[in-house]
């Protein structure tokens, strides 16, 4: 089993940053493919960004691509989302996600791929 706690939301205004992190235990992550999604009020969740498990592949929606930048930390256990260039329209709570059915190459996309989940962590943009 594993569990997952994202930290690192919070309130700020368009144009600041946050770096999120989702931290895991109960198992070692190494081969792990990683996600994250977010969902805003009203609206289902929706991909943001991925990592594949040896770091060396990702993969971002286009909404954050440029912005956005995933990073693993193997030995803490740990998957981080730099998030730049912040704007109203990326308020939404973030899910971190985890699995280890795929190959290291591949960065996955798809919610319903994910085992494990995390709480999630509220970011909220204001204008």
């Known amino acids: 089993q594993v569990q997952l706690v994202e930290s690192g939301g919070g309130l700020v205004q368009a144009g600041d940053s946050l770096r999120l992190s989702c931290a895991a235990s109960?198992?070692?992550?190494?081969?792990?493919?990683l996600g994250w999604f977010r969902q805003a009020p009203g609206k289902g969740r929706e991909f943001v960004s991925a990592?594949?498990?040896?770091?060396?592949?990702?993969a971002y929606a286009d909404s954050v691509k440029g912005r956005f930048t995933i990073s693993r930390d193997t030995a803490k256990n740990t998957v981080y989302l730099q998030m730049d260039s912040l704007k109203p329209e990326d308020t939404a709570v973030y899910y971190c996600a985890a699995d280890p059915h795929y190959d290291d190459y591949q960065t996955i996309t798809l919610a319903y791929e994910y085992d494990y989940w995390g709480q999630g962590t509220q970011v909220t943009v204001s204008s």
């Open positions: 109960g198992r070692t992550f190494s081969t792990f493919a």
């Open positions: 990592i594949g498990w040896s770091g060396g592949t990702t």
